[in-house]
């Protein structure tokens, strides 16, 4: 397999500018002729969805929630960060650049973050014009606040419902070229199959979910946005419908995946309560901008907290970390939390949790103004778990919140198979091994709104494309294969739930691949999680029928394939024998404990490519090169 | 408190279930045993459901996503209320700790003519979109905005619009109305972009064809009884209603003057 990536030469600057002249336009007069499959409707899918409609192309929309405005983005809690620089502190396109380069451990291409940096200003414009309502100051203008790995206030925010906020904006978009016609929404429908012909990705196959009906979809380019797999590990603080399974058909299909194994861990959220958890919560990062973490000094200390003065608290990420304090990077924080917690000074059920305390800032800045900026956040932690953080220390612990890796794609964003584009979370391309607070929302709608306009076009206007329609025998195969699999998976009637399956896999994955990994457990886990996928295709329990709405078969079909990606992640740990951002191998350490990378080996990005059932995937490298920034051990002291 | 482990609980569920739309539909009782009261009432539900696999039966269907209160895609009728006994709390977020050891809980689906229902506690509400795509945006196509501080924003009316922003199109509001009416959910998005400068040029004709549409849909009319406001998770204020409706006059007052096209702006 070839991986190019397309790359503009010339200057990192200009290089965007250079590609936006030299790439092919379709006329305005034939876009209608096109048209174009969404399959997602979060950040990315709809803000796609909506700016290709606005353009001329016949666009078909897909999502499985119910409607399009319920895509997880909607749960993103902090802000968006752009390099405005309206608070003169510094900040410009370049730092933005090598913020989000140093956050992901230098494990990003240069092209693509430096295009993202310089269309982030462009978002904040577009979304204050749809309305959607960001924190302003007295005098009108917009507000800023500082989110982790910046030290410049470039975060924009709308209460702690920023993603909310931004999907409303987007999905108001889309439900105007909706109304208008431009878009056939398909909500209730999961994509269970990639359709490709003549070498090229042509449709998709899907499933009503009300209905049980198998369908077909054609089209000239397909667009997945369909998030991230972060539910691999059961628990996580993604939607529960929140699943791989349109990136991974792609991937059975010939599109490269690229870096699995960098999985994000939130060191904000709310710990586990019991046996019967079924998701977590995050508390956003901003909280960090306020509250200070911190655990007893003494080992198994079972005082409340407020017995525990002050002299006996340690503050540990504003005692390692003086220059970032509490707002050092996620995968930092998250580390730092499971070390204090493994040495026995955790806090909470099991002394899995720190503590987050707001004590100070009250006194600094009063109830009402922590109430004014946090609210929310604060309510919700109290709902979930009976507990007052305006008198008693939240407890957070990390949990699986993002993931890095996703389909391989080229700098305009199309993954190995051509047609088949990917957006947002779904693919790989922009932070590297580890992605700083604000910037998901800032990538999930540059990549939309601003990128997937014109590389579409310029794929349309470049390819010839066969005349292909539904009739074509690829998609009588793809339906008979997606058949087959309902059928397969009703037949079987076995003892266990599909809930039972997924709690263990969930298991084996925190355990071995989690916050830290190593060469005996991922081995482990490499042993572990075929002989489940095996029981999993004897033994699971599926009632009802196909043609029904059936939530069990829904959930049955996304666990077989987070049962295949997660051997993928596991091997892709064990092949990078490095640490670098989210990926922390415990061989590969500093003598204090920080991620140490292997730039001489390991600067590739690792796109993996399906080799047929039951076959080891193919281990396919992008170098990565750095000419704008020099690669330096990340420091965060 | 989380995670201290406080005492379990027996319940026994009166439970809607309803094959699919054509159905009839009838209450099954069922019990919950050694329920956590750290559980949320979806992970009671989801205890009920493993158990009922078990013995052959088909899982309660219900709807539900993020599970932290944002997504608005979960809401079913507890024990007569929509989402349940706390207030400002969808029933994502409800936890156990609300209910008693013994207690009767009767769960049901969104009741409305505009919201069919598809499976048990499953229903259709692709009547908020239709409502949505009728005129709740602002006409902007992707690019060629001003910059963002081109415009200043007065912070009151941003945080009054935000206060409306936030509602999260759950159907509450419609479930708890005698008249289920979709007054409030429509009104807050009429007054999110009505109290900003940017939804000024499209007021009157965003509040009339929301409105239109609202009607067409078969939800009923308000009558301020207030229900809608109560059940709110996000606590959206009937003022919004008002406000609404001020716009909604004011636009049939200037009548044919106010384009009936929306959208094309």
């Known amino acids: 397999m070839e991986l190019r990536s397309n790359i503009p030469d010339g200057p990192i600057e200009k290089k965007w500018d250079k590609h936006r002249a030299d790439i092919k336009l379709v006329n305005p007069a034939n876009k209608r002729k096109y048209k174009v499959i969404v399959v997602g409707s979060g950040l990315a899918g709809a803000s796609a969805a909506a700016s290709l409609a606005e353009l001329g192309y016949q666009v078909s929309c897909f999502c499985y929630q119910d409607s399009p405005r319920r895509a997880h983005s909607i749960a993103a809690q902090g802000g968006i960060n752009a390099a405005k620089n309206y608070q003169n502190d510094g900040d410009s396109v370049f730092r933005l650049f090598y913020d989000t380069v140093k956050g992901g451990d230098f494990r990003a291409r240069e092209g693509n973050v430096y295009r993202l940096a310089q269309l982030s200003v462009n978002i904040i414009d577009q979304c204050v014009a749809q309305g959607v309502p960001f924190a302003r100051e007295y005098g009108g203008l917009l507000a800023n606040r500082s989110f982790g790995g910046a030290q410049v206030s470039r975060t924009f925010y709308a209460r702690g419902q920023t993603g909310q906020q931004l999907l409303l904006g987007a999905y108001q978009a889309l439900e105007r070229q909706i109304g208008l016609g431009k878009v056939k929404m398909h909500p209730r429908h999961e994509m269970l199959e990639l359709v490709v012909a003549h070498g090229k990705a042509r449709g998709i196959v899907t499933r009503n979910m009300v209905t049980g009906k198998i369908e077909s979809h054609a089209a000239d380019a397909v667009i997945l946005a369909t998030g991230g797999y972060g539910n691999v590990f059961y628990l996580s603080t993604n939607a529960k419908g929140c699943n791989t399974t349109a990136i991974w058909r792609a991937y059975k299909k010939g599109a490269a995946f690229a870096n699995p194994c960098y999985t994000q861990i939130h060191p904000t959220c709310i710990p586990v309560s019991g046996d019967h958890q079924s998701k977590l919560t995050l508390m956003s990062e901003s909280l960090r901008n306020d509250g200070r973490i911190w655990v007893p000094k003494k080992k198994g200390d079972a005082r409340p907290p407020h017995q525990i003065p002050e002299d006996e608290r340690d503050y540990y990420l504003e005692r390692k970390y003086p220059a970032y304090g509490n707002l050092c990077p996620r995968d930092i924080a998250s580390r730092a939390a499971k070390q204090v917690c493994d040495e026995g000074r955790g806090v909470g059920p099991g002394g899995l949790g720190v503590y987050l305390d707001f004590a100070d800032a009250i006194k600094r800045l009063g109830e009402t103004v922590i109430r004014e900026k946090y609210g929310n956040l604060i309510d919700m932690y109290e709902r979930i778990t009976g507990e007052n953080p305006y008198k008693v220390p939240m407890r957070i612990y990390p949990a699986i919140h993002y993931t890095m890796g996703g389909l391989w794609v080229d700098y305009n964003l199309m993954t190995t198979i051509p047609g088949l584009h990917c957006l947002g979370e779904a693919n790989f391309s922009d932070h590297g091994a580890n992605r700083l607070g604000a910037s998901a929302l800032m990538q999930g709608l540059a990549d939309g709104y601003f990128v997937i306009p014109y590389t579409v076009g310029h794929y349309i206007a470049s390819t010839s494309l066969e005349k292909v329609d539904t009739s074509h025998e690829a998609f009588r195969e793809a339906e008979a294969e997606v058949s087959g699999r309902m059928k397969t998976l009703l037949g079987i009637k076995g003892k266990r739930t599909v809930d039972s399956f997924h709690r263990e896999l969930g298991k084996i994955m925190w355990e071995y691949c989690g916050m830290a990994r190593n060469q005996t457990g991922l081995q482990l886990a490499l042993n572990k999680i075929p002989s489940l996928r095996e029981e999993f295709w004897k033994n699971v329990n599926i009632l009802g029928e196909n043609e029904s709405l059936n939530q069990s078969l829904e959930k049955a079909g996304r666990v077989a394939d987070f049962l295949e990606l997660g051997e993928l992640t596991c091997l892709d740990a064990l092949e990078r024998n490095e640490s670098c951002g989210g990926h922390f191998r415990e061989e590969y350490q500093t003598p204090d404990g920080e991620a140490k990378r292997d730039d001489d080996k390991y600067a590739y990005v690792a796109a993996w490519e399906y080799a047929g059932p039951d076959k080891r995937p193919i281990l396919n490298k992008e170098p990565l090169q750095f000419e704008n920034i020099h690669l330096a051990q990340r420091s965060y002291k | ?265």
């Open chain 2, 1 to 265: 408190m989380s995670g201290t482990g406080g005492k379990l609980m027996n319940l026994t569920l009166k439970v809607w279930r309803q094959k699919n739309a054509k159905d009839g539909g009838r209450f099954v009782t069922y019990e919950a045993k050694a329920i956590s009261p750290d559980m949320s009432f979806l992970e009671m539900l989801d205890v009920v459901n493993e158990g009922l696999i078990g013995r052959g039966e088909e899982p309660i269907a219900f709807d539900h996503d993020c599970r932290e209160g944002i997504c608005g895609t979960c809401g079913m009728m507890i024990n007569g209320v929509a989402h349940g006994p706390r207030r400002a709390t969808t029933a994502c977020q409800l936890h156990m700790r609300s209910f008693q050891d013994g207690d009767s809980i009767t769960i049901e689906p969104w009741r409305a003519a505009a919201f069919p229902v598809l499976r048990d506690l499953v229903v259709d509400r692709g009547s908020f979109d239709r409502i949505v795509a009728a005129g709740g945006f602002v006409s902007v196509n992707t690019g060629g905005t001003p910059d963002g501080n081109a415009l200043p924003v007065p912070k009151d009316a941003s945080d009054q619009a935000m206060d409306a922003a936030a509602c999260i199109g759950c159907g509450a509001c419609v479930a708890a109305c005698p008249n289920a009416s979709a007054a409030l959910f429509t009104a807050a998005k009429v007054s999110h972009l009505g109290l900003l400068p940017q939804g000024q040029p499209e007021r009157l004709r965003r509040a009339r064809n929301m409105v239109a549409q609202m009607d067409a849909e078969g939800f009923g009319s308000c009558t301020s009884h207030g229900e809608c406001e109560a059940v709110c998770p996000k606590e959206i204020s009937l003022d919004f209603i008002a406000r609404m409706n001020r716009d909604y006059i004011w636009a049939s007052a200037q009548g044919e003057r106010v384009s009936k096209a929306g959208g094309e702006g």
